[in-house]
């Protein structure tokens, strides 16, 4: 694989067992800007006095802004530009909280040649303890 750069590999390359990760550290500004991008105003995410009485006892991230990260790796490195999301399951496990390091990664699990599909294993952590964990779909469209 030394030849082919990650987010330029036809999927006659992709094989079962490769993996890309990304992280990236949740600010305040990041829950916010993702709470005016989605619309999601939940106070739970939003709102310390509302939060701080919550079951988490602080604010906390918007998990799918933790599993967006996935979208991240699936568009620009694995399988790359051009790739379509077909699914995604996803089940959350922890809460993400301000100033937490998310490791998001992904790992090929199967490849359908003939259909264009790539299956996948996702998993975002924090701390080495999963947040997040489902898998995905891609479609590789033909170029």
């Known amino acids: 694989m030394s030849d082919i750069l990650l987010g330029e590999i036809p999927i006659e390359a992709i094989q079962t067992g490769m993996t890309v990760s990304y992280s990236q550290t949740i600010t305040d500004a990041d829950i916010k800007a993702y709470a005016g991008l989605s619309g999601d105003h939940n106070p739970v995410h939003v709102n ?3 939060a ?5 006892g602080k604010r906390i991230a918007h998990g ?4 967006g990260f996935f979208s991240a790796l699936f568009g620009t490195r694995l399988p790359g530009p ?7 399951s996803l089940r ?6 301000m100033g937490d390091t998310v490791v998001a990664t992904v790992k090929v699990c199967s490849v359908d040649i003939t259909k264009r599909r790539v299956f996948f294993d ?13 898998e995905a779909e891609i479609y590789m469209p033909p170029k």
């Open 64 to 67: 799918l802004m933790s599993a």
């Open 92 to 97: 959350f496990k922890r809460p993400v909280y």
């Open 122 to 134: 996702t998993v975002c952590t924090v701390g080495g303890k999963i947040v997040i964990n489902g």
């Open 52 to 56: 701080n009485s919550s079951r988490f």
């Open 82 to 88: 051009g790739c379509v999301y077909v699914s995604q």
């Open 48 to 50: 310390d006095e509302y």
